[in-house]
């Protein structure tokens, strides 16, 4: 029996780029992560249930998201805390920390979008934690003008205190904010400090 044309297949619709012959523009697939927690990333990165649409769940990619939610959900084990993502350029390094940051900002409510289930069922968990995420793009970032100051929110001149003010605002910013000022990474109790108000606020 020979194969039906894939346009007269029920149910199967191209996307709509396609549809009306508007394909991509190229720079349109190397995304920005601090784009997208800003809100001014194309839709397709922006929009998180259209992302997870387009995005085709290697192998690979259900692995190191269920690594991570399974971490995320406190379990430690088969979980690492820290990651080292080395592909040549475009590769897929940022497309798999937008879904982790999609997956992280939104918690449970993403259970219906494409492929989360397999993750869910890579994890061996049974629902979707949320987490506070903070993004931090080196070259979006520069420590003589900073970021903040003229905005009502306070100035970071350094990867920890913007990461700070991220995670927790202006309250985990000045537990690290003398820090920021003398260019001096926070250490040991400086930094449990920080993570631990950002968890009573969770808390609250």
Not at 27 to 50: G, M, T
Request: proline share 5%.
């Amino acid at each position: 029996m020979p194969l039906k044309p894939w346009y007269k297949i029920e149910g199967l619709t191209p996307r709509e780029d396609l549809r009306h012959n508007r394909p991509l523009d190229a720079s349109e697939f190397a995304v920005n992560l601090d784009h997208v927690r800003e809100n001014r990333a194309p839709i397709d990165y922006q929009d998180p249930q259209k992302f997870f649409s387009r995005t085709y769940l290697t192998r690979w990619l259900a692995e190191f998201a269920g690594q991570v939610v399974r971490r995320l959900s406190g379990v430690k084990t088969e979980a690492n805390a820290v990651y080292n993502l080395a592909t040549q350029f475009g590769g897929g390094k940022t497309h798999a920390l937008a879904l982790l940051y999609h997956l992280a900002q939104n918690g449970q409510a993403a259970e219906s979008w494409s492929g989360v289930r397999k993750i869910i069922e890579q994890a061996d968990i049974k629902t979707l934690p949320t987490a506070h995420v903070a993004v931090f793009v080196g070259t979006e970032f520069d420590s003589v003008t900073g970021r903040g100051g003229d905005d009502g929110t306070p100035l970071r001149k350094t990867p920890w205190g913007e990461i700070a003010f991220q995670l927790g605002g202006e309250e985990a910013f000045k537990i690290v904010a003398e820090h920021d000022a003398q260019f001096i990474e926070p250490k040991g109790d400086r930094i449990d400090s920080c993570c631990m108000t950002n968890i009573l606020e969770t808390a609250v």
